[in-house]
């Protein structure tokens, strides 16, 4: 067993506090750069990169301050707690909203603020009920339909050849589709759930994008950054999908914020139509009912289509901010 | 002569999509429900022998690759069959032919008006940068792109046909007048061949609303291409020669830059046929017009087999002649383009 030692207390050494050496010190490392050349450079050069990237990020947030681009963001996000939060916000809950009740068609009263529709259904209430299934198509449809088209996409780009003129073929094919018409046949087809739905839309989506990042690709593809890569030997996945990729995602972003716009219109047409999900509430369907009494009740027909397009502006106001503030030409603005 | 050449060959790529499309609508119109002999037997419980009889003649009990074969040799030879459910037992080529004028007059009404002033204001929108003109535009055609065909007709039915009365709502005759004798079946050309003015101008009357409606939408999309595309153009480095070298701004917009703009406006005005066609569906359901997009939409509604598949090539048909023409623009727009 060893002893430890401990210096006691009046051993210790104690270090006087150099206040004239400190002082000292401070002057030197302040005003070293006055006589030694040099010095400061790396600390200013780091300052400055740090400056460029704030004033950078500033530049792009004040681009997108326009107030087109607020009132956008300012409408989807008042959309998006429609949906989420729709048994809050509205003043009857989803069973009323679907009910069967007395007072169909009324005018606006106290009790109904936009009046009734078909089986005294409040309008308001199902204009705030009907965003939940549009976001829920379409977000997931979009999301899907742009991983996979750029999967395509990139690979046909990349490889060329007999894998190009086959993929291509067939984004051909189903875009010689009108795309309401293809989506009416595979709802008829599966059966008329919300899932269906979404199946359709995400697999009519896929050629779209697929066409949009080939352009890209191919015109990236030559460039020398590609054959950089692969000199330094990284395979074709990678070079496809950390090189290539993330350079040419630009027109898919703002691309997926127009086709969310595009989407909730063709949902609507379906449902005008009569080929939605008959348990959920839809405005396209509110729109389609209210045709027979358009002139002695014409709010019900009236505002779930102003719903619409008020939801789908909002997407298109955000979508041409989008590609305003990405524009590379305004980069020096 | 090498212009037919380069048609050639742009009619050769069409031919895979268009094997391609009728395959797809083969396979996704044999999975509908719905049985499509139904329609040669006549009213009432089908009777066996007679079924089996139709089974048949149809080939439906030969294997389905010979059924393909047969399907593909009927659509070109023109045997589509006899509508199941739409018009039980009407010949599909009859309802077809019967429905088609209506929906290519709207079609070629609303396109040439929006391609036409499209291009103009989407000229103005770009010349005008910024300024209260352009803001207007814009703001009208960011609007036109995002409000769905069907609720623009009924808002326009509701204001113009109901509260002001100056148009009809519905339909594309009045009901006590007659069909002009069938020439051509377009009811335009028929009624002025045969001299009744008076069916010519109510039909024009009829139309107004619905060619309004499908118009805006188109005009709106096209708007927007051509003012991007014009904005374009308008910084590239010969317009400033123009300007520098003293050219009157008016001249460098139409002399110099509006066809420039040209190309890529023309692209968005074929794919937007595309979506014409389904908006037309749309537009006459809400107007009540008999045209092959309501039509189409029934037939998938109440899975009419024959008819689904005769429209599905009709539409097929004109999209590679549209792809067609709009090749040939490109080719007469930019020189440089070598057929």
């Known amino acids: ?333 | 002569m090498s212009m037919m050449s380069y048609l050639f060959r742009r009619l050769l790529t069409m031919v895979p999509v268009v094997l391609g499309v009728l395959t797809l609508t083969f396979i996704l119109s044999r999975m509908m429900p719905g049985d499509p002999v139904l329609a040669y037997l006549p009213a009432g419980k089908p009777d066996p022998v007679l079924y089996r009889y139709w089974v048949h003649e149809l080939w439906l009990d030969r294997p389905i690759i010979v059924q393909y074969f047969k399907y593909i040799g009927d659509l070109f030879s023109g045997n589509w069959g006899k509508s199941v459910s739409i018009a039980k037992g009407q010949d599909v080529w009859e309802l077809i032919m019967l429905r088609l004028p209506r929906t290519i007059d709207i079609a070629i009404f609303s396109m040439i008006i929006a391609a036409y002033f499209g291009t103009k204001t989407g000229v103005i929108s770009a010349s005008h940068r910024n300024k209260p003109r352009d803001t207007i535009l814009r703001g009208m055609a960011l609007v036109g792109v995002s409000i769905p065909v069907f609720y623009l007709g009924v808002l326009l039915q509701y204001l113009f046909g109901y509260i002001l009365a100056w148009f009809p709502a519905t339909g594309y005759k009045t009901m006590d007048y007659g069909d002009p004798a069938f020439v051509t079946g377009f009811r335009m050309i028929d009624a002025l061949i045969s001299g009744e003015l008076y069916i010519v101008t109510d039909y024009l009357y009829h139309l107004i609303l619905p060619v309004f409606c499908l118009s805006f939408i188109t005009l709106a999309g096209i708007t927007r291409q051509s003012r991007s595309s014009m904005l374009e153009v308008l910084e590239q480095d010969y317009i400033r020669t123009a300007r520098a070298k003293g050219c009157a701004e008016k001249d460098v917009i139409h002399i110099h830059a509006q066809k420039n703009s040209l190309i890529p406006t023309i692209t968005v005005i074929g794919l937007n046929f595309a979506g014409l066609l389904s908006g037309a569906a749309l537009t006459e359901t809400t107007f009540g017009l008999k045209g092959i997009g309501k039509l189409l939409i029934d037939a998938i509604r109440q899975t009419d087999y024959w008819v689904l598949n005769g429209l599905v090539f009709v539409i097929t048909i004109i999209f590679v002649l549209i792809n067609l023409v709009i090749d040939i623009l490109y080719a007469v727009l930019d020189p440089r383009i070598k057929y």
């Open chain 1, 1 to 333: 067993m060893e002893q430890t030692y401990e210096l006691e207390e009046k051993f210790k050494i104690e270090e006087k506090e150099n206040t004239f050496g400190s002082i000292l010190s401070w002057i030197w490392r302040n005003l070293k750069f006055l006589v030694v050349p040099g010095s400061r450079l790396e600390e200013l050069t780091t300052r400055q990169v740090e400056y460029e990237k704030l004033v950078s990020k500033r530049k792009m947030i004040s681009r997108f301050k326009s107030i087109l681009t607020i009132t956008g963001i300012v409408i989807i996000f008042i959309v998006i707690t429609f949906a989420v939060f729709a048994p809050w916000v509205s003043p009857y809950n989803f069973d009323l909203a679907n009910g069967v009740l007395a007072g169909a068609w009324s005018p606006p009263n106290a009790l109904h603020p936009l009046g009734t529709g078909k089986f005294g259904r409040d309008v308001l209430a199902r204009m705030i009920y009907g965003a939940r299934s549009s976001l829920t198509v379409a977000l997931p449809a979009i999301t899907f339909s742009v991983i996979f088209g750029v999967i395509f996409g990139v690979i046909a780009a990349y490889y060329g050849g007999w894998i190009d003129a086959i993929i291509m073929r067939v984004t051909d094919i189903l875009l010689a589709f009108p795309g309401l018409i293809l989506a009416a046949v595979f709802i008829s087809i599966l059966g008329q759930r919300i899932e269906n739905i979404m199946i359709a839309y995400a697999i009519l989506g896929v050629p779209y994008y697929a066409r949009l990042i080939r352009g890209n690709v191919l015109q990236a593809r030559s460039l020398p950054y590609v054959e950089a890569a692969r000199v330094a030997g990284a395979g074709n996945w990678r070079i496809m999908f950390r090189h290539i990729l993330p350079n040419c995602i630009q027109p898919i972003i703002i691309s997926f914020t127009f086709d969310i716009g595009g989407v909730i219109l063709s949902l609507a047409g379906l449902a005008f139509l009569g080929f939605n999900d008959p348990t959920l509430i839809e405005w396209g369907n509110d729109l389609a009912g209210g045709r027979l009494f358009l002139n002695t009740a014409p709010w019900a027909s009236l505002w779930p289509g102003f719903m619409i397009l008020v939801t789908v502006l909002g997407f298109m106001l955000l979508g041409d901010g989008l590609r305003d503030a990405l524009d590379p030409r305004l980069k020096n603005l």
